[in-house]
Each structure stands twice: as C-alpha cells, then as structure tokens.
C-alpha cells in the first residue's frame, strides 16, 4: 500500500526524527489505514473541528465526542493550529481515535481505541501545493484517563471515556499561556470513573464481588481502586496522575 500511496503524494510517516517509525500507518512501518493528517492531505476524511486563536477561546475547556477514523469520511479527526505561539508556531496538531474495524482491522494493537497525535510542519499542511515532506510524525497514543499538558503548544489534553459500542471518545482540551491554572470551566468534573474506561488493549476482566460474612452480619468488600500511575511521556508533554479534578469559575 505504501508505494500505491506515494502516487497520491504521501511520504513516510516518522516518529521521534526517525523516518518509517510510525506504527500508526503504511507510511510507515504499519498495515493500517494512513493517520489522521494523511487522510486530510488526501482529501479522505475532514476534521470534526478545526482549532485556531479564532476559534478556540483561551483558558476554557472544550469537550469534544470523537469518533474513530474507520467511521469517515467526516468530522474524525481533531486539526490543531496553534497560532496563538506567534513566532513559534512551526506545527499543526492532530488527533485522532483509531479502532481495530474495517480498514483499520489490521492496526498495531498498542494503537487500538487510544487517541493517536501526530504534528505536521504548518507551512506545508496550511497550503497543499507546497513540495516535500512535511513530516507527519507520531507522537503518542494516549489511554482513555490520561491528562497531559503539552507546554510546547500551550495546551492541555485530557482524553476521557472510550465508547467501544459506538468507538468514540471524548477529548477535552484547553489552551493557555503560562500554566494549567489559567484553565476554567463553570463545572468541570473530570474523575476515573468516567475517564479511565480502558482501551480494548489494556480491559481486563472484573473480579467477582463476593461478600463477606462478619458478627454483625453481611458486610460488602470495599471497591477496588482504579486509579493507576501513566508512564512518562516526552515530545514536549508531561503525563500526570489524577482521580479528580473540578475546576470553577
């Protein structure tokens, strides 16, 4: 597929400056559907939004439901320009959910039903008749319950519930300036209950509730605890752990 897509004008996907590495497509070194800005650059799939200084306030939350890209064409993917860096802004920003269904049935599984980001040098992914490669490259695949601030965009990303029956899922996001406490919402309540619902690569099966007899009677086991640590992550973000948050005005 790689050499038929080279005659639509894609080049290699690339991870971490290293040209092939991206998983995530045919560009690369996977066997799936091309990513979410191959689509874009090919005309195949359209964003649900497109996100700027104009459209985009500073330091509020926006919730977004979306959906995987097997289910394009329209409105799969989230397109970024952050314009708001002035002088800084080298690069657009794209997310995407990508599900093993359809034409994606043969996608890595460490991509399956997690939020794949890749950036793209703006210049060339701002105008189509601009020659060479712009470098899509991968950055991460976020679980559903990650929340990652990525200072090099003034952006702060949470990647809430994943919906296996309808493969959506819900993407929050806010810019600022300086720091995450610029960020407000009127009720904004972000817990693990509702965000950590696993991607199909990391479920794992509930163990039974069972109760427990004691003297004073039937008593039952407290819950068990679904709060988990997210590894480190780099290109610019920062993966922290949480269990609640709730921001005001």
């Given at each position: 597929?790689?050499?038929?897509l080279?005659?639509f004008?894609?080049f290699?996907g690339?991870?971490?400056?290293?040209e092939y590495n991206?998983?995530?497509?045919a560009?690369?070194?996977?066997?799936?559907?091309?990513?979410?800005?191959?689509l874009?650059?090919?005309?195949?799939?359209?964003?649900?939004?497109?996100?700027?200084?104009?459209?985009?306030p500073?330091?509020?939350?926006?919730?977004?439901?979306?959906?995987?890209?097997?289910?394009?064409?329209g409105?799969?993917?989230?397109?970024i320009?952050?314009?708001?860096?002035?002088e800084l802004?080298?690069?657009?920003m794209?997310?995407a959910?990508?599900?093993?269904?359809?034409?994606?049935?043969?996608?890595?599984?460490?991509?399956?039903g997690?939020?794949s980001?890749?950036?793209i040098?703006k210049?060339?992914?701002?105008?189509?008749?601009v020659d060479?490669?712009?470098?899509?490259s991968?950055?991460?695949?976020?679980?559903?319950?990650?929340?990652?601030?990525?200072?090099n965009?003034?952006l702060?990303?949470?990647?809430?519930?994943f919906?296996?029956?309808?493969?959506?899922?819900?993407v929050?996001?806010?810019r600022?300036?300086t720091?995450l406490?610029?960020?407000?919402a009127?009720?904004l309540?972000?817990?693990?209950?509702?965000?950590?619902?696993p991607?199909?690569?990391?479920?794992?099966?509930?163990?039974s509730?069972?109760?427990?007899?004691?003297?004073?009677?039937t008593?039952?086991?407290?819950?068990p605890?679904?709060s988990?640590?997210?590894?480190?992550?780099?290109?610019?973000?920062?993966?922290?752990?949480?269990?609640e948050?709730?921001?005001?005005?």
């Amino acid at each position: 597929m790689q050499e038929i897509l080279h005659n639509f004008g894609l080049f290699h996907g690339w991870k971490d400056g290293v040209e092939y590495n991206d998983y995530s497509t045919a560009m690369g070194r996977g066997n799936s559907c091309p990513s979410a800005p191959e689509l874009w650059r090919l005309g195949w799939a359209t964003p649900l939004v497109q996100l700027n200084s104009t459209s985009f306030p500073m330091a509020t939350y926006k919730n977004f439901t979306l959906p995987a890209t097997y289910l394009g064409p329209g409105g799969v993917m989230i397109k970024i320009q952050p314009d708001w860096l002035g002088e800084l802004y080298t690069k657009n920003m794209y997310l995407a959910l990508r599900v093993k269904m359809a034409g994606d049935r043969d996608l890595n599984e460490e991509l399956n039903g997690k939020l794949s980001i890749h950036e793209i040098n703006k210049s060339m992914d701002n105008r189509f008749l601009v020659d060479g490669d712009p470098k899509i490259s991968f950055i991460a695949a976020l679980d559903p319950g990650s929340s990652v601030p990525y200072f090099n965009y003034k952006l702060h990303l949470l990647v809430g519930a994943f919906d296996s029956k309808n493969s959506t899922i819900i993407v929050t996001l806010c810019r600022f300036v300086t720091g995450l406490n610029e960020c407000t919402a009127n009720t904004l309540k972000i817990t693990v209950a509702t965000l950590a619902s696993p991607s199909p690569s990391a479920a794992k099966s509930s163990p039974s509730t069972t109760s427990t007899s004691t003297k004073s009677g039937t008593q039952d086991p407290s819950p068990p605890n679904h709060s988990r640590q997210q590894p480190g992550l780099g290109q610019g973000g920062l993966r922290i752990k949480f269990t609640e948050y709730i921001f005001r005005q």
